[in-house]
């Protein structure tokens, strides 16, 4: 009989957890996960149990999620197959870069360890994925920016770092925009008021709402990535 994936429920859980507490800086609690993975909070509640005696998660007193060790583990896993058939789709079978981050999800729980190493490999041994995030795995960065373009002020220069990749549509409206890691943006008026901050991406100038400035992470020039935290 042909292998089976498993665990595809806590390994979707586990995920959501890492993407929100190391590469976004966010406290986990049931109610923000509930609405990260679009699950009724009872759901949730009780996937957290399974996995608390699973001993993948444990829970503080302030009702913040962490993953244990091993939850780290097999989130950190998943991530890497993840973003290896990102990079698979988009370098190698010309995927539109905005459909990568769904059409990799349906891939991710099929890769097996062997098929990690070759696609790995394959793929020229890749160390970040085509939204910026780094691919777990020796010599990834622990630590990443934390900055967001909504943190800059007016007549400040940043190159992006990674963008949020969970939202098709929001990914549409980026690659539209020429919005993407590695390229350089200027901020040239920050609206408060109005909600908006106006950006300089190559000659395009481009106007965000600050939730979505928000989920555009930079580096600031002079600062290395993997050790900036918001101030």
């Given at each position: 009989m042909p292998k089976q994936v498993k665990n595809v429920?806590?390994?979707?859980?586990?995920?959501a957890i890492y993407r929100m507490s190391h590469d976004e800086g966010q406290d986990v609690?049931?109610?923000?996960?509930?609405?990260?993975l679009e699950?009724?909070?009872?759901?949730?509640?009780?996937?957290?149990?399974?996995?608390?005696?699973?001993?993948?998660?444990?829970?503080?007193?302030?009702?913040v999620i962490h993953l244990t060790p091993e939850g780290f583990r097999r989130a950190e896993q998943m991530v890497r197959r993840h973003r290896l058939a990102e990079c698979l789709l988009t370098d190698v079978l010309k995927v539109d870069w905005w459909r990568a981050?769904?059409?990799?999800?349906?891939?991710?729980h099929g890769i097996s360890d062997i098929t990690e190493r070759n696609?790995?490999?394959?793929?020229?041994?890749?160390?970040?994925?085509?939204?910026?995030?780094?691919?777990?795995?020796?010599?990834?960065?622990?630590?990443?920016?934390?900055?967001?373009?909504?943190?800059?002020?007016?007549?400040?220069?940043?190159?992006?770092?990674?963008?949020y990749e969970e939202d098709e549509q929001l990914l549409q409206f980026f690659d539209e925009e020429g919005i993407r890691p590695g390229v350089k943006?200027?901020?040239?008026?920050?609206?408060?008021?109005?909600?908006t901050i106006?950006?300089?991406?190559?000659?395009?100038?481009?106007?965000?709402?600050?939730?979505?400035?928000?989920?555009?992470?930079?580096?600031?020039?002079?600062r290395g990535t993997g050790a900036e935290t918001r101030q």
């Open positions: 429920a806590s390994d979707d859980y586990l995920t609690i049931a109610v923000r996960l509930a609405d990260r699950i009724t909070p009872p759901s949730v509640a009780g996937m957290l149990k399974r996995l608390t005696r699973d001993g993948l998660v444990h829970i503080d007193a302030k009702k981050y769904e059409e990799a999800h349906l891939l991710e696609l790995y490999e394959m793929l020229g041994r890749p160390q970040k994925s085509p939204f910026g995030y780094p691919i777990p795995g020796p010599g990834a960065p622990r630590k990443l920016s934390m900055v967001t373009l909504g943190d800059l002020k007016e007549g400040q220069q940043a190159e992006i770092d990674r963008v943006v200027v901020v040239e008026e920050v609206a408060p008021y109005r909600g106006t950006v300089r991406v190559g000659e395009r100038r481009v106007v965000l709402g600050t939730p979505v400035a928000n989920k555009i992470w930079v580096v600031p020039p002079g």
